[in-house]
């Protein structure tokens, strides 16, 4: 956020410049200059850059970049684009000085706000068809079209200061309700900050045609435009009841929104619940954060699951926008919703999509693990890489056990993987592991004997001296030879007698091809490896040694240690 900090401040001197200097000017076509440099070289990291206007300060995403103090003029930028109902801002890769020079030439048009001026910043930019600068207005939308409903709704009751000058006036400026509405002094934009919570509040009469509005609501193409107004109307809710009512129309329209795959109008709406129960809360209001909290059970329901897992088996990884939006709108979820999501993972081939679900699930099992822990019992089996993918996300003991679990997977891909992230996680799993060398798959042998030969470990030496004493019938010369290596890299002078009695004993294999060669070049590689002084005792023995096959046993040794393996 820091570069968008830093490209924020580069724009306000720049509109700083453009109120004191002829748009001509050189220090105002120097402004520009630096502006449109210093935008290239955020796009050139970050992308497109949108803001969020609030109505004293600018967020990009989340976070504050710019606010507004106190004592600032009522001219400042970001006061304009609000004042003229602009919510968000984007500016696209692309952006030219042409460009940047218009939006400065409207937003200082308008800067003055009086009642004969004509139009407004968004009219304007509209008009102006700007290419690289995105926005979004809904205060026009509030004044031009949804005022004719909200204005149904009955007058709040007077204060009680006012009532007398009524009763004094009464008969006289009776307001004519037949005329325009935006002569109503009751019709004004739902979004103006001069209204009140008193008048924002519902009354029986409110409610009933609240209620119409959302049962005609289907025939609208202003879904996103209502649920805006139902926002508004229930952060001005103080009784319990009708905000609970208010709750239940946008619980509907949230619904629909999962149905039609309006995705990022759910995540704004699901994010200011999120933000309206946060920890702000005073403990006044705690009723507030117990009817989200409702809210947001209800809708974990397993036909709204159900909706989710269709919508995903629907997208298509292009739909970049749609996905986005609807990976966001899951973290919203109880993990409850896991189960459903699993499906999407083994039918839906596209890498991308996987991603996004498995990063979901992981996710989503920070917070309850039990879904996904039921999910690798059952279908663990069929699942196989795709649970590896959410697997290595987590953390933790109760995620290691599933681990270990899928290194019994029938597939030797899985196996290994399986294998490898838990040694990455902590070499003395290689302990637990042990039963592996003798897996049929060479790739998972080879893998875990090469963990083995990582460090020093009496277990791992334990281990593998009975190993190698239970195994002389192996016939495998490649597995003879890695069990020795890794003996020689993780045991100790403990090993130095089994290894002196193999390299130079006599019996089974004195004969040159009557026996068993490569465990003595194998005992004298472990030996080379292990280094110590009685080790490399041994080893002088055997060079010295009258039995030819001890000595070239030795010979093949040296050949195979001088090929790579150096001893620590």
């Not at 935008?39 to 995403?61: A, M, P, W």
């Not at 006289?172 to 209204?195: K, W």
């Not at 239970?470 to 100790?492: M, T, V, W």
Request: aromatic share 8%; glycine share 6%; with cysteine.
């Amino acid at each position: 956020m820091q570069d968008a900090k830093q490209l924020i401040n580069i724009f306000l001197l720049a509109w700083k410049n453009y109120g004191l200097y002829p748009e001509d000017h050189t220090s105002t076509l120097k402004a520009f200059e630096n502006l449109v440099a210093a935008f290239d070289n955020f796009f050139s990291t970050h992308g497109d850059l949108r803001l969020t206007v609030e109505k004293d300060r600018l967020l990009c995403g989340s976070e504050p970049i710019h606010i507004i103090s106190p004592d600032a003029p009522a001219e400042e930028l970001i006061t304009l684009l609000y004042r003229d109902g602009i919510k968000w801002i984007e500016f696209q890769e692309g952006l030219t000085l042409d460009e940047v020079a218009a939006f400065f030439r409207i937003a200082n048009k308008y800067r003055s706000f009086a009642e004969e001026t004509e139009g407004d910043i968004v009219t304007a930019l509209m008009d102006e068809e700007l290419e690289y600068i995105d926005f979004k207005a809904v205060d026009i939308f509030w004044q031009d079209l949804l005022l004719m409903d909200f204005a149904q709704l009955p007058p709040p009751a007077p204060r009680q200061e006012e009532v007398a000058g009524q009763e004094e006036g009464a008969g006289q400026n009776v307001p004519d309700r037949s005329g325009p509405v935006r002569e109503d002094p009751y019709a004004r934009s739902i979004a103006d900050p001069s209204l009140s919570a008193a008048q924002l509040e519902l009354s029986n009469g409110d409610y009933r045609v609240l209620q119409q509005m959302v049962e005609e609501e289907e025939s609208w193409e202003i879904t996103e435009d209502l649920i805006e107004l139902l926002l508004i109307i229930l952060k001005n809710q103080t009784g319990r009841d009708k905000f609970t009512a208010v709750l239940e129309f946008i619980s509907e329209l949230a619904v629909e929104s999962i149905g039609r795959d309006k995705f990022a109008l759910l995540v704004k709406l699901l994010q200011e619940l999120h933000q309206l129960s946060g920890p702000e809360t005073s403990s006044e209001e705690d009723w507030r954060s117990t009817c989200i909290a409702r809210f947001f059970q209800d809708l974990s329901r397993p036909e709204i699951f159900q909706l989710f897992r269709d919508n995903l088996l629907k997208l298509h990884a292009s739909e970049i926008e749609k996905l986005k939006a609807l990976e966001r709108t899951l973290h919203y979820f109880s993990p409850r919703v896991i189960p459903f999501l699993v499906p999407v993972l083994m039918r839906n081939r596209s890498a991308g999509i996987q991603q996004m679900v498995s990063e979901v699930i992981a996710d989503l099992s920070r917070r309850d693990l039990a879904p996904l822990e039921k999910i690798a019992d059952r279908h663990g089996a069929e699942m196989g890489e795709e649970l590896l993918l959410i697997l290595n996300r987590l953390q933790g003991d109760r995620v290691n056990e599933i681990l270990f679990k899928m290194c019994n997977h029938s597939s030797d891909r899985v196996r290994r993987k399986a294998i490898e992230e838990l040694l990455d996680r902590d070499p003395k799993y290689a302990q637990r592991l042990f039963a592996l060398i003798d897996d049929p798959s060479q790739g998972i042998r080879t893998s875990l004997l090469a963990a083995f030969a990582k460090h020093r470990s009496g277990a791992l030496e334990t281990l593998l001296l009975n190993y190698l004493k239970d195994n002389f019938g192996q016939e495998d010369p490649g597995h003879i030879l890695a069990c020795y290596k890794a003996l020689g890299r993780c045991g100790s002078d403990r090993a130095v007698p089994f290894l002196g009695g193999v390299l130079l004993g006599r019996g089974w294999n004195s004969f040159i091809g009557s026996g068993k060669l490569i465990f003595r070049e194998g005992a004298a590689v472990a030996l080379a490896l292990l280094d110590t002084p009685a080790a490399k005792d041994v080893l002088r023995k055997a060079a010295k040694s009258r039995f030819k096959v001890i000595r070239i046993a030795l010979a093949g040794a040296r050949t195979i240690t001088a090929s790579g393996e150096t001893p620590r």
